[in-house]
């Protein structure tokens, strides 16, 4: 069932529009589906076919990391820790990614990268933490296949857009329909305090949009006026309508909450849907400097002397 004011899905019961916040009269009843199966096999009743897509909500993706769009083919394997996302082209056909993300492609692809938004838009998404460039990867003379994955380990969800607009952590977005608009925006003061950068993401349209995270992803969906606080180091991903405020994690004061081990949160306020990572890169980064030499040479690295 979709929602009689955005025309966004709706989740089964659903009493309002996780897209727009409608409240609905009646929780809509979804009509009786059934998944086609083999003809000695008993048919799927609705409730098992509907676990098997998480198609409700405003993030819409196909639980097996299976679909399709206009001019390809797209499929998540190895999910987990160490996902790939594989994207088969149609001749003439086309896929947009950040720069860097390709693993591997058929000969036949033709990869092509360019500073979209011209000077200015390079220089908003340098700034951003990304590349200045965008690559555009189209299959020439025939079919192809591109492969993409994130430079660090954790998961890759692939979302289908209609007609949307998200947010997106820069270092989550991996690739997406040509058709889809993204643009590096200015997230004020708020957003630099809470060391996340002076920008993200804002990705509108209709098509697939593939994203990364370091760990898992975990869906939260709030209701009308719920808050909701997120560390702002798992942030993946959330609506673009949503409203949100960052601050510190202890509201006492600076110094509680940094005894916490605890820096800058986001509180959300609903409706709305967020994506949120299960760990923190730069928290695992933390973990890790203690194991590496220091620059001096002292601490814990070979120190070799080669002369007399």
């Not at 709706?10 to 809509?28: D, E, I, S, V, Y």
């Not at 890759?156 to 925006?185: C, H, R």
């Amino acid at each position: 069932m979709n929602c009689p004011k955005c025309n966004a899905a709706l989740l089964p019961n659903a009493k309002f529009c996780g897209a727009c916040g409608f409240t609905l009269q009646t929780p809509p009843t979804p009509p009786p589906q059934y998944q086609q199966q083999p003809a000695n096999n008993p048919p799927v009743p609705p409730s098992a076919f509907s676990e098997q897509r998480s198609s409700g909500g405003a993030f819409r993706f196909d639980s097996d990391g299976r679909g399709q769009g206009r001019g390809y083919t797209w499929a998540i394997e190895h999910q987990g820790a160490f996902a790939l996302a594989v994207v088969n082209l149609q001749p003439e056909q086309a896929i947009a990614a950040e720069a860097g993300a390709m693993v591997s492609m058929s000969a036949n692809v033709d990869l092509h990268s360019e500073m979209k938004g011209g000077l200015f838009g390079a220089l908003k998404r340098a700034v951003g933490g990304e590349s200045a460039f965008v690559s555009t990867f189209t299959a020439r003379g025939g079919a192809g296949e591109v492969t993409f994955a994130p430079g660090a380990p954790g998961d890759v969800a692939g979302i289908e857009m209609t007609n949307q607009t998200f947010m997106v952590q820069s270092s989550s977005y991996l690739a997406g329909d040509v058709s889809l608009q993204v643009d590096t925006k200015f997230g004020g003061a708020k957003s630099w305090f809470g060391g996340e950068g002076l920008f993200v993401l804002q990705v509108s349209g209709t098509g697939l949009l593939l994203v990364s995270s370091f760990g898992s992803i975990h869906r939260k969906t709030l209701r009308p006026g719920e808050r909701y606080v997120v560390d702002t180091g798992h942030l993946v991903a959330w609506e673009g309508h949503m409203q949100y405020n960052l601050r510190k994690a202890a509201k006492s004061g600076f110094f509680r909450s940094f005894l916490s081990g605890e820096g800058m949160v986001a509180e959300f306020n609903g409706p709305g849907e967020i994506l949120i990572q299960t760990r923190n890169l730069a928290a695992f980064a933390g973990l890790l400097k203690p194991f590496f030499p220091s620059q001096s040479g002292g601490g814990g690295g070979f120190n070799i002397d080669f002369g007399n």
